[in-house]
């Protein structure tokens, strides 16, 4: 597992992939610090991970990189970790449009491709 602050290569990205998952890599965005946890077998432990670092609960948010797919398929913002009614998010997908923007730009911004 590994914090991401500055900014890795999509080739890394693809050999954590190839390392784990085989076509994914979890990761968990801070959407305030502008950090993402990478390379977890689950959410819940990059969470933690990010935690542990500073963030605050309420800015993480669970999603999936495909690093061989191309276009909208990059992300998937499902995790179990995205369930919480207090924030008004309800299931395990990303609900809020504003939310899955500033994750994409995040996304966009450290994995250099």
Known sequence: MEIVKENIPLEKVKQMANKSFGDL?????DVERRVIAMDGELHSDLEAL???DGSQQ???WGINIYPYVEGEGFIEFDSLIN?????GNRSYRVE????????I???KEKIIQ
Do not use: C, N, Y
């Open 96 to 103: 809020d449009e504003v939310v899955r923007k500033k994750i």
């Open 25 to 29: 890599v979890k990761a968990v965005v």
């Open 83 to 87: 369930i919480r009614p207090s924030q």
């Open 105 to 107: 730009t995040i996304v």
């Open 50 to 52: 990010l935690l542990s």
């Open 58 to 60: 309420k800015d993480l």
